[in-house]
């Protein structure tokens, strides 16, 4: 059947075919006057809020959090709550992100969302907060709502971050076995990923083997997260011989091949394990033409990061070379990984050309920075250097935080200059930024300090309670409980839930 075309009455113009419209159809609508005609003057104008400006804001003592979300509450979004709370717990403010979660469900536009408490829970785990993460959990069920898959995995890896990595890993698989008597809950491949990685960095090989045929019962085919996983967990435990054999099963399987990944696991690997031939051939097959995966940025990184951990500042530059070469440009993370090599043997003029190199290619220092060159002065007990970094620390708009001061108060407890701690927490009292007095006893504890010495530094922290403001994670209790559960806990007001202390006491 021959189709109809269409051809326009008037003539051509002279160049030939006009794309145009025919004379006789009507004008497109401006999508201007369309706008402008949905226009309200009531309505609020929408533009995506700067997640790093508020996250900026929150953590800076000028406004409190509600002032801080109110200004932004016309144009927030529930997409743009996850990305605070997520910034938050990134940088370890346990206590501040569970105040902005109490703002957002007071939100019209909060519905209950597995999600949130998803990310809470796995935020109080990383914080060494077992306890508000199973708060968490069973305010859940105490809503009404069943928890799901993606909650139970959450708190899974919750108690696989405990300091008690025994009796975190037991809990898990507890939490893992009341899932398969769900039927609602059943695991899933996030759940035998997370628990895949756990057992095998405690070098259990045979809990690993039960997981995979466990997989394959449940008609759950293993990812290349799988594999990946396993064979980081193996390399950090240092079995070499079981990471090698779960990269030669992984090459076996037809669904899935090694990628970029697999292969920078592999160089930390057996840089980790001082074996920098194998780390070199590794990077020498990801060079090759008939490679599929060609070295990034961070294999660069992790290849420069190994021979700088063990004094091979040589080989650290050359890395740096190749990466050159690579038309690959260093980030914040290079020139902190060349800092830390330098710093640790005395190259203390490389290590301070290499800052100003940083700030001459426009990357912003950060707290991390700063730390690593404290941490190389310190090292060296050269402590004037260390401190008078603390004092111009603001020139490059860096805030010296509680685990800088932390850093070289551990460097006086070794030589055993107390005048000077005490010198420096005085510091820190004035600056508003002493740590808590659990932490700060804890911290006098690990330095072997005397009893009589503890009592006069802990006169001067008590006078200023502060939380530990960058969750360096030092001095951080467990949950406190060996017999915590997941089921109906003694209820707790939603007002109560900032008040409870790291060391699970309310």
């Given amino acids: 059947m021959m189709s109809v075309v269409f051809m326009p009455t008037r003539s051509l113009p002279p160049c030939g075919f006009s794309f145009g419209r025919p004379a006789t159809v009507l004008p497109g609508r401006s999508l201007v ?19 790093p400006s508020i996250l900026k804001s929150l953590n800076s003592d000028q406004a409190s959090v509600a002032q801080v979300l109110e ?31 109490r703002w957002i469900q007071r939100q019209k536009w909060y519905k209950h969302d597995d999600g949130f408490y998803s990310k809470l829970i796995v935020i109080m785990g990383k914080a060494k907060q077992l306890r508000m993460a199973v708060w968490l959990f069973n305010e859940v069920r105490r809503s009404g709502a069943r928890p799901d898959t993606s ?35 059943q695991p899933n491949l996030v759940t035998y990923n997370i628990l895949l990685r756990a057992s095998a960095q405690a070098c259990d090989v045979a809990r690993v083997e039960g997981l995979f045929k466990e997989m394959e019962a449940a008609r759950i085919y293993p990812d290349n ?68 995966h060609k070295p990034d940025l961070k294999t660069y990184n992790i290849v420069m990061s190994n021979y700088a951990r063990v004094g091979e500042v040589e080989k650290m530059e050359w890395s740096l070379e190749r990466m050159e070469a690579a038309n690959y440009t260093p980030n914040l993370r290079s020139y902190e990984i060349l800092m830390t090599g330098y710093g640790d043997v005395g190259a203390f003029t490389k290590m301070r050309a290499c800052f100003y190199q940083l700030l001459e290619a426009g990357i912003q220092p950060q707290l991390s920075t700063l730390n ?64 808590s007095t659990a932490t700060f006893l804890e911290i006098l504890a690990s330095f072997g300090l005397s009893g009589g010495v503890e009592g006069t530094f802990t006169e001067s922290a008590v006078e200023v309670l502060a939380d530990d403001e960058d969750g360096d994670g030092i001095g951080d209790a467990d949950d406190g409980h060996d017999d915590v559960a997941v089921s109906e806990g003694p209820e707790i007001s939603s007002s109560d839930i900032l008040n409870l202390s790291s060391d699970g006491a309310e």
């Fill in 33 to 51: 006057v369309c706008a402008g005609r949905r226009y309200s003057p009531d309505a609020a104008p929408y533009f995506r809020p700067s997640i």
């Fill in 71 to 101: 200004s932004q509450s016309p144009y927030l979004r529930s997409c743009d709550g996850f990305a605070i709370l997520e910034g938050l717990g990134k940088q370890n403010k346990w206590t501040l992100t569970l105040e902005v979660f």
């Fill in 372 to 435: 690593t060159m404290i941490s190389a002065y310190c090292q060296h007990n050269l402590f004037e250097e260390a401190e008078e970094l603390l004092s111009n620390a603001m020139e490059w708009q860096i805030r010296p935080r509680t685990s800088s001061h932390l850093i070289i108060l551990r460097a006086y407890s070794k030589v055993n200059r107390l005048s000077d701690m005490e010198g420096l927490v005085e510091h820190m009292k004035i600056a508003g930024i002493a740590p």
């Fill in 225 to 292: 997260v799988s594999y990946n996983g396993v064979i980081g967990a193996y390399g950090k435990a240092g079995d070499y011989v079981q990471m090698e054999k779960t990269l030669f099963v992984m090459r076996m399987q037809k669904h899935i091949k090694p990628d970029n990944v697999t292969s920078n696991t592999l160089i930390e690997s057996y840089g980790r394990g001082k074996d920098f031939v194998k780390m070199e051939q590794v990077l020498k097959s990801m060079s090759s033409s008939q490679s599929r």
């Fill in 151 to 185: 909650l139970y995995n959450a708190l899974i890896t919750a108690y696989l971050f405990s300091k008690d990595k025994g009796r975190g890993f037991e809990k898990a698989l507890k939490l893992f076995e009341e899932m398969k008597k769900k039927t609602k809950c």
